[in-house]
């Protein structure tokens, strides 16, 4: 019988549920699609005779139900004490009618439940079958004695909230319902119970290693003699084979197994003499051999298998070498009942000293964390895109990902498996909101344990797999050490990881880490951690640059500090994908929602948006910059060499050599192609140097302008995650640099038209230059309390009062006062001149007081007249950069439009900004700067951003805003995490920028 409230047990996990497993039972029958479906207010509620239509797999709160999606961080969605929930609790009935194969007549059959949020109840044919908690692992039921020739009916209730909930308070959307595929599959009455693999290597890093435990399961039937387990995977001359156990041995009586002496030895005796390894005697070791399946009987249908395998390609990231393991399990009449193949790769992790070791080198992990999310189906993930996030991540040099914070669909392990990425796989543990409660509650040790233990049971096949996780955010106490225990014993072949075990002390004692793994910390305590002499363990963050908005500041300088630290491996970046759910608005209107905009109360809002990619996928300008930084292949010369034509390039794979890549390289003036050609990159061997000639290399001669080499890296060939000729990275190094503008006086004067204010009037204007001290809030600065600070010092509104104008023969000056709204007064003084072809040269400075310490810009804001739309610069490009987040950006001459400016955050911001720009023009203007700075265009200004709570309601305008920075405040991560860094604040004092202003044709 099922428990009448099952979801408020938390000592209740399951009834009728079958152990997991990781064998692919090839028979089956998929029941996906469109079941019958009502929603009821709470579980004790009875359905009705109403049905109305849910697919499956799907959530309800994304199928136009009355209960819809909910977001919290770390708040609970009810205010209730663990395990209580609240009794209003979405249910949802799922029915649906099927024909049994007339095949599956006297087989076992098993309904597969891929996952369901948060307890899941079976029934069949109107008979309970059983019970399931844990919403991001498969539940399987034998229902082989309930199903019947024929019509049948399946139904499945889903409970929202459960005691299981509160150990599932991960910072993402809330939903109910099946969110992974529902099938029937059938198999013998004898069959395949179990896999449990281990592909590992020999300390020669060469000789593949496999230990392969099997177990053999009769169902109804009694254990018999002749059954028998057959292994062959590549690379074996034969296949292994052993029989399979069926009974106990007979057990003699008490003075058997003895060595009669003197002195006599009884099998306790010879037990303890093998155990401490002085079993010398052979008359002794041949008795032991006899006596000790006795005292050691096997286990009925548990084979273990195990080979060498000379010479294999180990599986890495950067060459995913797999092999098929088949498995047959035959009968007493020599025939194959079943037979199953798994992808299996040969690899080695190890943890020593300071260092994960992965195949004897410790890789440096430029990660990702990845929730399960689709802005359309909530957490239904199609294959197809499962696929689509792993080529992504490899296209973005990403190698390695932290299924944040649950066990994916294996699916996607599989694809990690295939193209290569290395994963942390986590169990589905999170109590945020009780962070130092359910971990010491002994009402839920259990759950601790049956969640590590499920999730090691279905994955550890995995070669792609490199540590174990026992979840996210949810202190630390027993139970997690009573996982770790079973963890260690169980799959001794991986590290575990738990931020929670170490969070307080980095060098303490550690049961539950072999990583340490925080997160976002500040360089400082990285660097200073790997200096201080008390390190024990390798430091790989589980969460750093966290990437909500415009943001990911500073990762330049974590890398720094990662490569030059001994201990330091690399981290991963907080997140994959902005969780934007597709919302229809009355209007009509398609935005992506955040927390709140479903009514959804309390809610975090929108830090539910912290991806390096929007929720389509696309690229957020960060991804960029984590790319340039993960480069496989990097320049490590300068300009000297690069002048005469030479360069050396440094291999940063750990396991193959360069030869997969090959080059382009070009000469470039002003970002115009001076001189370009081919090269072959050599085939430098992993972590190694080589110095290559570029082949037609030529240094142009004469000429003004800033040159310089660009280096492209492409695919050589095609591989699995993308087409030959896709860029993997770039490098550029500075050949000539012009240096700061020529601002002379020299054929300059003071004749300038200003209006009675002294403001700079022109007929490319819509209105006159103004100060810039303000710019739209970020999320860093708006999480981070700059923001706030901003608007309370009076920044997003100044006043200008004239002060004095000074009219010379080779410039005008202007003096003036701007104040903001706070009442606080920054001088700015402006020198104009003109030249005969019209140009006009501005000069600024400005002074900014003390009671201004940390402003997020100084510039000019120029509002240009409708009819401004196409867009060139040369600066960093072509993607959006900003000071501490510029690395990923080449120099070049970029083209573009205002209107594509525009970086379409789903919480509107700054953005759009271009670091190190010399000139830029746009239909007739030029604008060139005395050396290169901070530039944005667009057709919106910072309030008009500011102002709107999605990018649907932003109206762009016909004027194009230019904004030419003297200074920019580093865009950090301090909506979770660091704040930028002291160089990229902007200081107090003197700031002097000039620009020059040209109205003729565009060169």
């Given at each position: 019988m099922i428990s009448s409230r099952p979801w408020a047990d938390p000592q209740l996990l399951a009834t009728g549920r079958l152990p997991m497993h990781a064998v692919p039972h090839a028979d089956r029958l998929p029941l996906d699609g469109t079941w019958r479906f009502q929603l009821l207010q709470r579980p004790t509620d009875a359905p009705t005779g109403d049905w109305d239509e849910a697919q499956v797999p799907g959530v309800w709160t994304m199928q136009g139900t009355w209960d819809h999606p909910h977001y919290t961080n770390v708040q609970m969605p009810f205010p209730n004490r663990p395990p209580r929930v609240p009794d209003e609790n979405p249910t949802g009935v799922y029915e649906r009618s099927f024909e049994l194969p007339e095949a599956w007549t006297g087989k076992r059959v098993v309904l597969h439940v891929g996952a369901?949020?948060?307890?899941?109840?079976?029934?069949?044919?109107?008979?309970?079958?059983?019970?399931?908690?844990?919403?991001?692992?498969?539940?399987?039921?034998?229902?082989?004695?309930?199903?019947?020739?024929?019509?049948?009916?399946?139904?499945?209730?889903v409970v929202k909230w459960s005691d299981a909930s509160f150990v599932e308070d991960q910072d993402q959307w809330w939903h109910g319902g099946i969110t992974r595929p529902v099938c029937l599959y059938a198999t013998e009455q004898t069959h395949l119970a179990q896999l449990a693999v281990d592909a590992g290597l020999d300390e020669d890093l060469a000789t593949g290693t496999l230990a392969l435990d099997v177990l053999v399961d009769w169902g109804d039937g009694e254990p018999d003699a002749g059954w028998r387990i057959e292994a062959d995977v590549d690379g074996l001359p034969e296949p292994l084979s052993v029989d399979v156990p069926w009974r106990l041995p007979k057990t003699e009586g008490p003075g058997d197994w003895v060595v009669p002496g003197p002195p006599r030895r009884g099998i306790l005796d010879l037990q303890s003499l093998?155990?401490?390894?002085?079993?010398?005697?052979?008359?002794?070791?041949?008795?032991?051999?006899?006596?000790?399946?006795?005292?050691?009987?096997?286990?009925?249908?548990?084979?273990?298998?195990?080979?060498?395998?000379?010479?294999?390609?180990?599986?890495?990231?950067?060459?995913?070498?797999?092999?098929?393991?088949?498995?047959?399990?035959?009968?007493?009449?020599?025939?194959?009942?079943?037979?199953?193949?798994?992808?299996?790769?040969?690899?080695?992790?190890?943890?020593?000293?300071?260092?994960?070791?992965?195949?004897?080198?410790?890789?440096?992990?430029?990660?990702?964390n990845r929730h399960e999310f689709d802005p359309r189906t909530g957490r239904v993930i199609d294959p197809a895109d499962m696929r689509a996030d792993v080529v992504a991540m490899k296209r973005w040099n990403i190698n390695a990902v932290r299924t944040s914070h649950y066990p994916d669909d294996p699916r996607f392990l599989d694809l990690c498996d295939e193209l290569g990425l290395y994963v942390i796989d986590e169990a589905d543990i999170e109590s945020h909101a009780w962070y130092n409660d359910v971990c010491r509650d002994p009402a839920y040790r259990a759950a601790f344990v049956d969640r590590v233990a499920r999730m090691i049971e279905r994955d550890r096949h995995h070669p792609s797999i490199i540590a174990w996780s026992l979840g996210n955010e949810s202190g630390y106490g027993p139970n997690h050490d009573a996982a770790a225990g079973w963890a260690r014993r169980v799959d001794p072949s991986r590290p575990l990881h738990y931020e929670g075990a170490m969070k307080f002390d980095w060098s303490s004692d550690q049961t539950a880490s072999d990583i340490i793994c925080p997160m976002y910390p500040p360089i400082g305590a990285l660097v200073g951690y790997a200096r201080s002499g008390q390190q024990r363990r390798p430091l790989i963050m589980c969460e750093y640059a966290h990437a909500m908005g415009n943001s990911m500041g500073t990762l330049g300088e974590y890398w720094d500090a990662i490569e030059a630290n001994h201990g330091l491996q690399g981290g991963f970046v907080w997140e994959w994908r902005d969780h934007g759910l597709e919302q229809r608005l009355p209007d009509g209107t398609l935005r992506y929602a955040y927390g709140g905009d479903f009514g959804d109360v309390p809610n975090d809002g929108t830090f539910v948006l912290d991806g390096i990619t929007f929720p389509d996928r696309a690229p957020k300008p960060g991804v960029w910059e984590l790319k340039h930084l993960a480069s496989p292949i990097r320049l490590v010369s300068g300009a000297d060499a690069a002048r005469r034509g030479t360069v050396v390039l440094e291999n940063r794979d750990c396991f193959r050599d360069a030869s997969w890549l090959r080059g382009e390289w070009a000469v470039t003036t002003d970002g115009a192609v001076d001189a370009s050609g081919t090269f072959d990159v050599p085939a430098i061997p992993p972590l190694g140097r080589s110095e290559v000639a570029l082949p037609g290399f030529r240094m142009p001669g004469g000429g003004e302008g800033d040159r310089q080499l660009t280096l492209r890296f492409l695919l050589r060939e095609d591989a699995s995650w993308a087409a030959a000729r896709h860029e993997v990275d770039w490098a550029q190094v500075e050949l000539v640099a012009t240096g700061a503008l020529a601002v002379g006086h020299d054929g300059w004067s003071g004749e300038v038209h200003l209006d009675d204010d002294g403001l700079l009037q022109h007929p490319a204007f819509a209105a006159p230059p103004s100060l810039a001290l303000w710019r739209a809030p970020t999320d860093n600065d708006r999480i981070g309390g700059m923001g706030g600070r901003w608007a309370a010092q009076g920044l997003p509104s100044l006043t200008r009062r004239l002060d004095g104008i000074e009219r010379g023969p080779?410039?005008?000056?202007?003096?003036?006062?701007?104040?903001?709204?706070?009442?606080?007064?920054?001088?700015?003084?402006?020198?104009?001149?003109?030249?005969?072809?019209?140009?006009?040269?501005?000069?600024?400075?400005?002074?900014?007081?003390?009671?201004?310490?940390?402003?997020?810009?100084?510039?000019?804001?120029?509002?240009?007249?409708?009819?401004?739309?196409?867009?060139?610069?040369?600066?960093?490009?072509?993607?959006?950069?900003?000071?501490?987040?510029?690395?990923?950006?080449?120099?070049?001459?970029?083209?573009?439009?205002?209107?594509?400016?525009?970086?379409?955050?789903?919480?509107?911001?700054?953005?759009g900004g271009h670091t190190d720009v010399r000139w830029l023009e746009t239909d007739g203007i030029r604008i060139e700067l005395d050396q290169p700075r901070q530039v944005s265009v667009l057709h919106l200004t910072a309030a008009d951003l500011d102002a709107a709570t999605h990018v649907v309601e932003l109206r762009p305008r016909p004027e194009t805003f230019v904004t030419i920075d003297a200074v920019h405040r580093g865009v950090g991560t301090a909506s979770c995490g660091p704040d930028t860094l002291p160089p990229y604040l902007v200081a107090t004092g003197e700031h002097r920028w000039t620009w020059i202003l040209d109205g003729g044709t565009p060169s």
């Open positions: 369901a949020e948060s307890v899941l109840i079976v029934a069949l044919n109107g008979r309970d079958v059983g019970m399931s908690k844990d919403s991001h692992l498969a539940a399987e039921f034998d229902v082989t004695h309930l199903v019947r020739p024929g019509g049948n009916t399946l139904r499945l209730t093998a155990a401490a390894g002085a079993l010398t005697d052979p008359e002794d070791a041949a008795r032991w051999r006899e006596g000790e399946p006795i005292i050691r009987p096997p286990n009925i249908g548990q084979v273990r298998l195990a080979a060498r395998i000379p010479d294999v390609t180990p599986w890495s990231a950067e060459v995913p070498a797999l092999s098929t393991l088949r498995v047959s399990l035959i009968g007493p009449d020599g025939g194959v009942i079943e037979q199953v193949e798994r992808r299996i790769g040969f690899r080695r992790i190890v943890v020593r000293d300071v260092e994960l070791l992965i195949n004897g080198q410790p890789v440096l992990i430029h990660g990702v080779s410039e005008t000056v202007v003096r003036a006062t701007w104040t903001t709204a706070a009442g606080i007064e920054v001088p700015h003084e402006v020198r104009l001149a003109r030249d005969v072809r019209g140009r006009i040269r501005v000069t600024e400075r400005v002074v900014v007081p003390e009671s201004l310490p940390d402003l997020p810009r100084v510039g000019t804001l120029l509002a240009l007249a409708p009819g401004h739309e196409t867009l060139t610069w040369f600066g960093r490009g072509p993607h959006e950069t900003y000071p501490d987040r510029a690395r990923g950006g080449r120099v070049g001459r970029w083209s573009s439009t205002v209107t594509d400016q525009l970086v379409p955050y789903v919480r509107p911001q700054e953005n």
